[in-house]
């Protein structure tokens, strides 16, 4: 292999350069041409004013959306200038959003403040969160002050401008409406997001949210988290006033905004296309994929859209990616790990060129390497990367996307149900719960059963022959991990209802107890009687004829197990 990457690769040197961030400035917005501004947005001289009239609603938003899930850092200049005669209303936000409207996305008019429901009853930017500045105080809206700087989300669905959908609040010192500049600064680092005001160094506002996960409302409710398939988010700022005399002039003056990269550019390959899938699944913008230990999985390797055919790879891992790390330079692209040489922790999973010796067979993509049971057993995270045939006319080399696996103890198994309790030998038991995985296996006092299908959350399995009363079901997963639960329990009664009844038969007979199942069968005085019912819990039947006085009750379960009790005739 090595030889082969000579011949096609540029000398190998250490790549330095710090990891690119994404970002973007406006110094001021003498111009425009990168914005879309809706409803009565404005470029107004170096400004960007989003109001300046009465019944005024103005969006503003960057024209190309940006990463926000690892972490970003914004800061901007306003100013809100309130009127000379009248009332300043209503305030502004900094809006963060994937909206399925893009950079076309407008929410509520007055109240709603551009981002919520609003006056015009407005569904509200969904996925988003809102930093927002209220400069009227909206007693129905839970407002707590007009200089009220607050931060709103709802999730997925449409954002609203009610306090009870904020995650943080604080009313600054300063008056922010005061006509003078202003500037906020919003930092997040997943896990927490901090507002600060004019340049202090102590945040205004920081609490806890992960854009992934979620956080709290400060009512103790739960936050949940936008819904962001690529991690990227739309940004930009909204505006209204309201009618008669309360309007206000919002202009933005500066703005800066940088991105933390998601994933060094390592993880994206040469190829311009995701070649290399685990369990089907590139590990989204992350590049990251969940396992759980002693688990089979698969990985696949497609072959490039370029190569014409099958495609020769090499599939490497190691559980120390280093992007620019001497040997990742490979003149056709920058490894997550060292290739050339192979760094002493990378390992080499595959090689259908043949080049080098290999931990598992593989044959040209597109091919499938299934991981069996058992082969990971030892929680650990690993980067895989391959390089893989570009094109084979003329023979070029590409590097995939590289993906993360984070492999972590599988949860312990549970039991919710066995269904029935008791059945006859080769009936089928479902056994419900949790946390069943491939390769798990079932013992019946401890004997092995083998079951006839397993899912995450069923195991069924046919009932051994001679079961005991007072058995034992054992599901075991491959890491040793297992619960347990009765099975043909011997039954027992606590209890009856309309325990008497006439000599001619034909009446109502409860028996209450556990253990029983349907099937469960009931002679009254050595005479069958008609069971109407049977669950775990209580048997009803129809008593048969008999001699007057007390007669023995005997209730038998499909597994053999009995019970006596006792129903007097009268």
Same mark, same amino acid.
């Given at each position: 292999?090595?030889?082969?990457?000579?011949?096609?690769?540029?000398?190998?040197?250490?790549?330095?350069?710090?990891?690119?961030?994404?970002?973007?400035?406006?110094?001021?917005?003498?111009?425009?041409?990168?914005?879309?501004?809706?409803?009565?947005?404005?470029?107004?001289?170096?400004?960007?004013?989003?109001?300046?009239?009465?019944?005024?609603?103005?969006?503003?938003?960057?024209?190309?959306?940006?990463?926000?899930?690892?972490?970003?850092?914004?800061?901007?200049?306003?100013?809100?200038?309130?009127?000379?005669?009248?009332?300043?209303?209503?305030?502004?936000?900094?809006?963060?959003?994937?909206?399925?409207?893009?950079?076309?996305?407008?929410?509520?008019?007055?109240?709603?403040?551009?981002?919520?429901?609003?006056?015009?009853?407005?569904?509200?930017?969904?996925?988003?969160?809102?930093?927002?500045?209220?400069?009227?105080?909206?007693?129905?809206?839970?407002?707590?002050?007009?200089?009220?700087?607050?931060?709103?989300?709802?999730?997925?669905?449409?954002?609203?401008?009610?306090?009870?959908?904020?995650?943080?609040?604080?009313?600054?010192?300063?008056?922010?409406?005061?006509?003078?500049?202003?500037?906020?600064?919003?930092?997040?680092?997943?896990?927490?997001?901090?507002?600060?005001?004019?340049?202090?160094?102590?945040?205004?506002?920081?609490?806890?949210?992960?854009?992934?996960?979620?956080?709290?409302?400060?009512?103790?409710?739960?936050?949940?988290?936008?819904?962001?398939?690529?991690?990227?988010?739309?940004?930009?700022?909204?505006?209204?006033?309201?009618?008669?005399?309360?309007?206000?002039?919002?202009?933005?003056?500066?703005?800066?905004?940088?991105?933390?990269?998601?994933?060094?550019?390592?993880?994206?390959?040469?190829?311009?296309?995701?070649?290399?899938?685990?369990?089907?699944?590139?590990?989204?913008?992350?590049?990251?994929?969940?396992?759980?230990?002693?688990?089979?999985?698969?990985?696949?390797?497609?072959?490039?859209?370029?190569?014409?055919?099958?495609?020769?790879?090499?599939?490497?891992?190691?559980?120390?990616?280093?992007?620019?790390?001497?040997?990742?330079?490979?003149?056709?692209?920058?490894?997550?790990?060292?290739?050339?040489?192979?760094?002493?922790?990378?390992?080499?999973?595959?090689?259908?060129?043949?080049?080098?010796?290999?931990?598992?067979?593989?044959?040209?993509?597109?091919?499938?390497?299934?991981?069996?049971?058992?082969?990971?057993?030892?929680?650990?995270?690993?980067?895989?990367?391959?390089?893989?045939?570009?094109?084979?006319?003329?023979?070029?080399?590409?590097?995939?996307?590289?993906?993360?696996?984070?492999?972590?103890?599988?949860?312990?198994?549970?039991?919710?149900?066995?269904?029935?309790?008791?059945?006859?030998?080769?009936?089928?038991?479902?056994?419900?719960?949790?946390? /069943?995985?491939? @390769?798990? +296996? &079932?013992?019946?006092? #401890?004997? =092995?059963?083998?079951?006839?299908?397993?899912? *995450? %959350?069923? $195991?069924?399995?046919?009932?051994?022959?001679?079961?005991?009363?007072?058995?034992?079901?054992?599901?075991?997963?491959?890491?040793?991990?297992?619960?347990?639960?009765?099975?043909?329990?011997?039954?027992?009664?606590?209890?009856?209802?309309?325990?008497?009844?006439?000599?001619?038969?034909?009446?109502?007979?409860?028996?209450?107890?556990?253990? /029983?199942?349907? @099937?469960? +069968? &009931?002679?009254?005085? #050595?005479? =069958?009687?008609?069971?109407?019912?049977?669950? *775990? %819990?209580? $048997?009803?039947?129809?008593?048969?004829?008999?001699?007057?006085?007390?007669?023995?009750?005997?209730?038998?379960?499909?597994?053999?197990?009995?019970?006596?009790?006792?129903?007097?005739?009268?």
């Amino acid at each position: 292999m090595m030889n082969r990457l000579r011949a096609t690769a540029l000398p190998c040197f250490l790549l330095t350069a710090a990891l690119s961030a994404q970002s973007f400035q406006y110094t001021d917005f003498s111009s425009v041409s990168t914005l879309s501004l809706l409803g009565n947005a404005v470029q107004s001289g170096t400004s960007v004013r989003l109001t300046n009239a009465i019944q005024q609603t103005g969006w503003a938003w960057h024209r190309t959306a940006m990463p926000v899930i690892s972490g970003f850092d914004t800061t901007f200049t306003f100013r809100i200038t309130p009127p000379v005669a009248g009332t300043k209303a209503e305030g502004m936000a900094l809006v963060i959003h994937d909206d399925p409207n893009g950079i076309n996305t407008m929410g509520g008019t007055v109240w709603g403040m551009g981002y919520g429901n609003g006056s015009n009853g407005a569904v509200g930017i969904r996925n988003s969160i809102a930093i927002e500045l209220d400069t009227y105080q909206d007693g129905f809206l839970g407002d707590t002050s007009a200089n009220e700087l607050t931060i709103h989300t709802r999730g997925a669905q449409g954002n609203h401008e009610n306090e009870q959908y904020s995650i943080g609040r604080n009313t600054p010192g300063v008056i922010l409406s005061n006509g003078q500049l202003h500037t906020l600064r919003v930092r997040y680092v997943p896990g927490t997001i901090e507002v600060f005001v004019d340049n202090a160094t102590t945040p205004a506002i920081s609490r806890p949210y992960n854009f992934l996960s979620g956080g709290t409302y400060l009512s103790g409710a739960v936050a949940p988290a936008p819904t962001l398939a690529t991690g990227l988010c739309w940004l930009g700022f909204c505006a209204t006033t309201g009618a008669g005399s309360l309007y206000e002039t919002v202009d933005i003056q500066s703005w800066s905004w940088t991105s933390t990269p998601l994933r060094d550019a390592c993880y994206e390959g040469s190829l311009g296309q995701d070649v290399l899938t685990v369990n089907g699944a590139t590990g989204g913008p992350l590049r990251e994929v969940a396992l759980s230990t002693y688990q089979p999985f698969s990985i696949n390797m497609a072959a490039p859209v370029g190569a014409g055919g099958p495609a020769g790879y090499v599939l490497l891992l190691t559980p120390l990616p280093t992007p620019g790390a001497p040997g990742t330079n490979l003149g056709f692209g920058n490894a997550c790990m060292p290739m050339l040489p192979i760094g002493a922790s990378v390992f080499v999973l595959a090689d259908s060129f043949g080049w080098l010796p290999a931990w598992l067979p593989s044959s040209p993509a597109p091919h499938t390497l299934q991981i069996p049971t058992g082969l990971v057993g030892f929680p650990i995270d690993l980067t895989l990367q391959a390089v893989v045939a570009a094109t084979n006319t003329p023979f070029s080399l590409g590097l995939s996307n590289a993906i993360d696996l984070h492999i972590t103890p599988s949860a312990a198994p549970t039991i919710s149900s066995v269904n029935p309790l008791s059945a006859a030998p080769g009936a089928s038991i479902t056994v419900t719960g949790t946390h /069943f995985v491939p @390769g798990l +296996t &079932v013992a019946v006092n #401890g004997s =092995p059963v083998v079951p006839s299908s397993i899912t *995450a %959350t069923q $195991v069924v399995f046919p009932v051994p022959a001679n079961l005991p009363c007072g058995s034992q079901v054992v599901v075991r997963n491959p890491d040793g991990l297992q619960v347990a639960s009765a099975l043909n329990p011997t039954p027992t009664v606590t209890g009856t209802l309309l325990g008497s009844g006439t000599s001619a038969g034909n009446a109502i007979f409860v028996i209450q107890g556990a253990g /029983f199942a349907a @099937g469960t +069968t &009931v002679t009254i005085g #050595g005479a =069958p009687a008609n069971v109407l019912a049977a669950s *775990a %819990t209580s $048997v009803t039947v129809r008593t048969p004829p008999g001699a007057v006085g007390q007669a023995q009750v005997v209730l038998t379960t499909p597994g053999g197990c009995s019970t006596t009790t006792t129903y007097t005739y009268l």
